[in-house]
């Protein structure tokens, strides 16, 4: 294979096993998802049944992929793995395989942040999606407004200071008796229901918040999570919960997205770009996308990952790699997990 780079990915951080061949910037070759389902038996994920879960699949889940794009491990340039954060017993698996088949193989290996592989997705499946934009990622584990001048500088505008928004959805299923992942059945449940009907609050919004104040950014979602959980008791005791579920359910998708949608458009307005990439899982969320593109309005752009691209996965991580390689930085055998990685480039 001539031309552009090859690069293989492996994503091992949570509860996915994948492994992704790219070539060149958007060709994805082959790639593999596999989901563990183990974890919605316990309501989330039990980080040492997911360590062990990647042992077992690590090895197919590659050769899938490789087997997929036609290509061997000889033909590969670079491997990428993500290296952080996550659940380290989880990242390991990862990073483990992939220094192992980069030292078999003689091939560069790099550490990949995981976060900044969900950046990368969009660009995946849509050129336009290229900086400078303010972007949204907002997964399970975590919540960031960025303004992206540039591919590699990443200024915080804001984030969580509690929970995740992937963790609210999550939480809030699991308080109104739904399964996990929360995301999608809070949105299938709220199909039904009036996002009006249960006023719940917008915590950190509309309190005279100004640029420059912490909190015009920031973000704060385990007060709604427990306003959702006394809404819910009083509805328990009432006898109601069962015929008030869709409504709940749509009250608290709204609350969560009018807070995401408020905090990314002040970001647009701050920084004079009507431009939006949103990455992560809850990236998925048709109300998220909808009240975005409204307000952004025609003027606006928005990208947003597919299904696939927007919860973990490898191709994603392939293309971050691709972009911290041609950077020049390559790891070694000395490639650790981290738990707690910084993200690269990450100023606030
Ligand atoms: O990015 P991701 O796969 O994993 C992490 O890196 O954490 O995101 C998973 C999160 C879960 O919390 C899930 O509930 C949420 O994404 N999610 C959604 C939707 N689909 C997935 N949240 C809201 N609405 C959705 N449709
Ligand atoms: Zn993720």
Known sequence: MSGDPLVLAIETSCDETSAAVLWGERELLGH???TQDIHTLYGGV???????????????????????????????????VTAGPGLIGALLVGVAWGKAAAWAAGKPVVGVHHMEGHLFATHLEHPGAEPPFVALLVSGGHTMLLWVPAWGEYKLLGGTRDDAAGEAFDKAAKILGLPYPGGPSIQRAAAEGDPTRHPLPRPLLNRGERLGDREYYDMSFS????????????????????????????????????VLVAKTMRGVREMRCPRVVLGGGVANSRALREALAQRLGEKGQLYAPSPRLSTDNAAMIARAALFRWQRGEVGGLELNARADLPFPGLTK
């Open 223 to 258: 007060g709604l999570k427990n306003a959702l959980r006394l809404l819910v008791r009083g509805l328990e005791g009432e006898g109601r919960l069962a015929d008030e579920v869709p409504h709940v359910a749509a009250s608290f998708q709204a609350a969560v997205v009018d």
């Open 46 to 80: 039990v980080p040492e049944l997911a360590s062990r879960a990647h042992l077992r699949t690590v090895d197919d889940v590659v050769a899938g992929a490789l087997r997929e794009a036609g290509v061997g491990l000889e033909d590969v340039d670079v491997v990428g």
């Open 32 to 34: 593999v998802i596999f």
